[in-house]
């Protein structure tokens, strides 16, 4: 039996989240909104009416561009994509053809087993999104308030050779997306969007055979779950003597099934030429300077640097730089502690991640900022609180936006080292366990964990535990 | 003379000194609408009749009380004392291809014939702004595609006012021929191929085409969006002056209107035109056209076009400027065969967007399935022109054709384009202010001639779509009657943003030509009045 790999190209359009669309001034989100509230005549192309750029679109671009290790154009150009559809008002779509934003490029991605997998970028391109149609009974609704949205096309090189490196492909082009702060890349409400070219070839083959287009596949998981099926039915077909048609697959989440769209056995011919309505795109030097004046350290170099720079294990590293405010955080808390990063990294990682999922926030919206972190951390270290307090406090000082310092005074929370304070309790509890002390006294000296307990019970855990231990050592050695 | 008659300057000034109200300089043109036009044009004329034949049919749309208001509001302002504008109680019309709020904008096609347009294109909103008064919608070629408003689904189509047997010209027909006739001061025209200064031409006025990018397109329904220019059509300079000082300027709807000051019109028209030089070119003196064996035939123009032109250059060099002969245009030939193919690959995709869905004529055929649905409403509303546009248009842009066409036809764009960047060069041979030329190779052909045959009727085009390829400004002057009694134009080119100039040229021809005896003579409609 023949050993089959498959062979995957992913081709993804993303929602880039700028306050209006991307030729006109209408909202440019419309989750939440009734149809055709976000038009106007540009974006449903009346007669007459005419596009303009709208450069936040570019700069994202750019960003995505840079991040993606793609050749910036400084001069691209937009064209016209003819093609008939009920959603599309223009009768075609402004896009990118031959000369787009971004040229090549490849995103480097780290699989689970420590392998990394470099997946080329064949196109690069920004455009505007087309509307909705939704067919009820025989009629047929449009929802024109998705025209105009703008979109970055982008389409990898058939480099992609498992549904799992698929799905890591997106997780990390999520993460990026995120990272660069250019779209929500959410892929339930269609900010990223997966389609999946798919072929199969004999293991140690570099041809390439037939495809089928998986579309409408609206999850990481669903993506990973519709190659798996396509990778399965592909190799039955083969098996079975048949041959791989080019075929339009839809994706049926409810049923976990593909189904057959359409054949798609000869390219259509979108005319493409020049969008006239639109100067050619020049990025000066002035404008790509002030775009990339802050481009940020990307996720898997800073993952690297704390690995290095702070001793991290590459679990704590990943995790701290899924997203990157929450790694900003990290390095920002690192800094104001001073001491070990692993602790802080333990923090983090046990608690306030807890916190930030638990509450559906970002690292940037704790009340408990990296400055009160360290601050709590450096009064356990100093022995001010002990680690179970320090680890409430960070609830404390979310909840009350109030410095840790402040709370621990203002709710007595400091650690009692006030030798004749605990010295009294101490009295009270050998005075009260008679027997416990005789037995110590004849060898088993193991109770004085048991002593220290007592003490710290009474004292509602405040008492400086060392402190305690001394002074009981002191008083049943006498 | 009649309110109507009179100048927008002229009308201005007695405005401003209280001598005339913008309401009587309204029912002046209302009541020579309802003397000359006749009918407007429907898109069921039912029978043509002889009244039709003698009339002028330059609008589609009249908005007569929508111009009453704003003339009333010119007045209310002028008795506030507040400045009503650069054209204040100016009466002017409206290529029915722009859009105007709230009123119907139908391209002339039966397939918008039932649009009304929710917002108003920026040239229009600056004219009103302007305190223009606008008289109404007036009648174009279908979507602008042709040279004498005879394709448009409103009929009857607009007659030429000096011959009512004779074509206005196009696709500005109505326009112009409005202007002409006197029921309006002004018209906003477009002029993708000549479409401004050959009507202008044939009817005996004044027509503009300024540079691309100088006046928005905003609310402009597309032909061929890298050649359409919107522009003035007026009864003389000053006024097509006056009217694009209103218009033009950048325009945050528009990314193609240029970030160019513009300059003051008015303030330099009088200036002295010593030591301008303007060139006369050999080919602008013959048409170069195909024989039906596919063979490139040239023909002179005729003697008496030749003569207006060099009358013209005779008295531009009684002022002082200089005449520059044998100025080489040699791609001049190539203009109309590269315009076939770039404007129709643009047309058609302009067209993508009347399918009957959203706006528009939809079939009445129900229970279609979507491409019925699509095919029905286009094949009824769409008339012949559109078609053989959208035909040509989708052959010539096809995957396989492309390079051999549209990509060899903006190859040939830009050798016209250099063609006038030599003639202009301030440091080249023939630094050139203008090129003189006639606007049109004949006089207003009679009506049904060439309707129906496009190619012949694009060679009406061939001395004044260069100006379009390369994006120059153009201007088409009267220049005199031919034999047949028709008004002879003459057309400046010159290059990027040196419309003052032309319109300085223009003015120093009207001032020299002022007592010759043709500048009397009125166009035929108006002289039984």
Redesign the interface.
């Known amino acids: 039996m023949t050993d089959y790999e498959v062979v995957i190209g992913l081709e993804t359009h993303i929602q880039l989240n700028t306050t209006t669309k991307i030729f006109c001034s209408c909202k440019a989100d419309s989750w939440d909104d009734e149809p055709n509230t976000n038009i106007c005549p540009v974006c449903t192309g009346l007669p007459g009416v005419l596009p303009v750029l709208n450069k936040a679109v570019v700069e994202k671009g750019v960003l995505l561009a840079k991040a993606m290790h793609s050749e910036i154009r400084t001069l691209s150009f937009f064209d016209r994509k003819n093609y008939f559809y009920p959603d599309l008002p223009k009768g075609y779509q402004i896009s990118q053809y031959d000369l787009s934003l971004g040229k090549g490029g490849y995103l480097d991605i780290p699989m689970p087993d420590g392998s990394q997998r470099r997946v080329r970028i064949e196109k690069l391109h920004l455009e505007e999104d087309a509307g909705k149609t939704k067919n009820v009974g025989n009629r047929r609704f449009i929802d024109f308030n998705r025209c105009g949205v703008p979109l970055i096309e982008m389409v990898t090189a058939p480099d992609i050779r498992s549904a799992d490196e698929a799905a890591q492909y997106l997780l990390r082009l999520r993460q990026l997306l995120r990272w660069l702060g250019i779209s929500e890349a959410d892929m339930e409400k269609g900010h990223l969007r997966c389609d999946g070219n798919v072929s199969i070839r004999p293991k140690g083959s570099t041809e390439l055979f037939t495809k089928t287009e998986i579309k409408n596949v609206n999850s990481i998981d669903n993506v990973r779950n519709a190659i798996e099926h396509e990778f399965a039915r592909q190799v039955r077909e083969v098996e079975a003597g048949n041959k791989v048609r080019a075929w339009t697959l839809d994706w049926d989440e409810n049923k976990n099934e593909l189904k057959k769209m359409r054949s798609k056995e000869t390219e259509a011919d979108y005319r493409y030429f020049r969008e006239p309505d639109l100067l050619p795109v020049r990025l000066d030097e002035a404008w790509l300077e002030s775009i990339l004046k802050d481009f940020p350290e990307l996720p898997l170099a800073r993952r690297q640097r704390f690995m290095e720079e702070y001793q991290l294990p590459l679990y704590d590293a990943d995790i701290l730089t899924t997203e990157r405010g929450l790694s900003d955080y990290f390095e920002s808390a690192v800094k104001a502690y001073g001491g070990d990063p692993k602790r802080v990294s333990n923090y983090l990682l046990n608690d306030v991640m807890r916190m930030l999922n638990d509450e559906g926030k970002t690292a940037q919206q704790l009340k408990l900022t990296p400055q009160f972190m360290a601050d709590i951390l450096k009064m356990v270290d100093a022995g001010k609180i002990n680690t179970s307090t320090g680890k409430n406090l960070l609830k404390k000082v979310e909840e009350s936006g109030l410095a840790p310092e402040k709370i621990v005074e203002s709710e007595g929370l400091g650690l009692v080292s006030d030798d004749s304070a605990i010295r009294d309790v101490v009295k009270k509890i050998l005075e009260n366990n008679p027997s416990e002390v005789s037995a110590y006294k004849e060898g088993k000296t193991t109770l004085i964990g048991w002593f220290t307990g007592q003490v710290m019970r009474e004292m509602r855990g405040k008492a400086d535990p060392k402190l305690a231990q001394q002074i009981l050592k002191d008083l049943l050695d006498q | 003379m009649e309110l109507c008659d009179r100048s927008a300057h002229e009308i201005y000034q007695l405005l401003r000194e209280k001598k005339i109200s913008a309401l009587e300089v309204w029912e002046s043109s209302q009541k020579r609408i309802e003397a000359v036009d006749g009918r407007p044009g429907v898109i069921e004329p039912g029978e043509i009749t002889g009244a039709d034949l003698n009339t002028v049919h330059a609008f589609i749309t009249p908005t007569p009380e929508r111009a009453r208001q704003q003339a009333q509001q010119v007045d209310e302002k002028l008795n506030k004392g507040e400045d009503p504008g650069l054209l204040a109680g100016v009466p002017f019309t409206t290529k029915d291809i722009?859009?105007v709020k709230n009123t119907l904008?139908t391209?002339a096609s039966k397939i918008?014939a039932n649009?009304s347009?929710?917002?108003t294109?920026t040239a229009v909103e600056r004219l009103e702004n302007q305190g223009a008064v606008m008289m109404g919608k007036v009648n174009l070629d279908e979507f602008t595609y042709g040279s004498s408003n005879e394709s448009s689904a409103f009929q009857p189509s607009t007659r030429n006012p000096w011959n009512t047997e004779r074509v206005p010209g196009g696709s500005s027909g109505g326009s112009a021929a409005s202007v002409a006739a006197g029921e309006a001061a002004l018209s906003l025209g477009t002029d993708t191929a000549g479409s401004i200064r050959q009507p202008a031409a044939f009817c005996g006025v004044v027509g503009v085409k300024p540079t691309y990018g100088r006046v928005s397109?905003?609310?402009?329904?597309?032909f061929?969006?890298?050649l359409d220019c919107p522009g003035p059509v007026a009864r003389n300079v000053t006024d097509a002056a006056i009217m694009l000082q209103s218009m033009a300027g950048p325009d945050?709807?528009?990314?193609?209107a240029a970030a160019v000051d513009v300059p003051d019109y008015l303030n330099n028209l009088q200036k002295s035109i010593k030591g301008l030089r303007i060139g006369l070119s050999p080919d602008y003196f013959r048409i170069t056209y195909m024989n039906e064996d596919g063979e490139l035939m040239q023909r002179d123009v005729s003697d008496e076009i030749r003569h207006s032109v060099y009358h013209a250059a005779d008295i531009l060099r009684d002022l002082g400027a200089e005449i520059v002969e044998d100025v080489p245009m040699p791609n001049t030939r190539y203009g109309i065969p590269a315009y076939f193919v770039i404007s129709r690959?643009?047309a058609?995709?302009n067209?993508?967007?009347?399918?009957g869905?959203?706006?528009g004529y939809r079939t009445h055929t129900s229970n279609v399935d979507?491409q019925t649905l699509?095919r029905k409403s286009r094949n009824e509303g769409f008339g012949l022109q559109p078609k053989l546009r959208i035909l040509m248009g989708?052959y010539v842009?096809?995957?396989q054709y492309?390079e051999q066409y549209?990509v060899r036809a903006l190859k040939v764009r830009s050798k016209i384009r250099s063609d006038f960047d030599t003639a202009f060069d301030p440091l080249g041979p023939y630094r050139l202010n203008a090129l003189l030329t006639p606007t049109t190779p004949s006089t207003a052909f009679p009506m049904g001639d060439v309707y129906g045959d496009s190619v012949l009727m694009q060679y009406a085009d061939q001395f004044t779509v260069p100006a379009n390829h390369a994006g120059i400004p153009g201007l088409s002057l009267p220049a005199g009657l031919a034999a047949d009694g028709l008004p002879l134009g003459v057309q400046l080119l010159g290059p990027d943003f040196s419309e003052d100039i032309l319109f300085r040229l223009g003015k120093a021809f009207e001032d020299g030509s002022t007592g010759e005896d043709w500048r009397q003579v009125k166009p035929a409609v108006l002289r039984n009045l």
């Open positions: 722009f859009s904008s391209a918008l649009y347009a929710p917002y294109a397109r905003y609310g402009l329904i597309a061929a969006s890298s945050r709807r528009d990314s193609t690959v643009e058609a995709s067209l993508h967007r009347y399918d869905v959203k706006y979507l699509y989708m842009s096809a995957a492309s549209y």
